[in-house]
């Protein structure tokens, strides 16, 4: 069901800090760094592998990362798995007892498209579907060539 880990994402204040241990003592480059005023985020993006290590900074006090933050303190806020088809992934899993979390399916950063699934179905940790479309794009092409 699952391709590959899209991203792991660690809540912090402070994402300068973070930089100068991933990326200045561990070496994983920093592929892209913005603010998502709609999501109430600023994200740094570093690739390691097929995968990526996202800090996630909240922007403002009501969001629910800063919540995270206040109540635990930085760490990893949740672990991301590519998936080809987010809907048809979501009915297997809600068919097989795990909790999806309320809001569905909702836009992520660059548009795609995620859903959560409810750390109480997946041992404590806050799980994401995250929908890679090109590789839609890409069976469909195979298909028709
Ligand atoms: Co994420």
Known sequence: MF?????????????DGALSVYRDIFG????????F???GVEV????????????VKPLDKDSK??????????????IAFQVEDIEKSIEELK???????SDGIKKGIEGKRIAFLH????HGVLIELCEIQTH???KKHDRGT
């Open 44 to 55: 740094a993006s570093l690739r390691i592998g097929e995968s990526c290590i996202e800090f």
């Open 119 to 122: 750390p109480k179905s997946c």
């Open 95 to 101: 068919a097989k007892g795990i909790q999806i979390v």
């Open 136 to 138: 839609l794009f890409e």
């Open 28 to 35: 994983i480059a920093v592929t892209d760094r913005r603010v």
């Open 65 to 78: 990362v800063a919540k995270f933050l206040q109540e635990r303190g930085e760490g990893i806020h949740h």
């Open 37 to 39: 005023k709609e999501l």
């Open 3 to 15: 391709k590959t880990i899209d991203h792991i994402a660690i809540a912090t204040d402070d994402i």
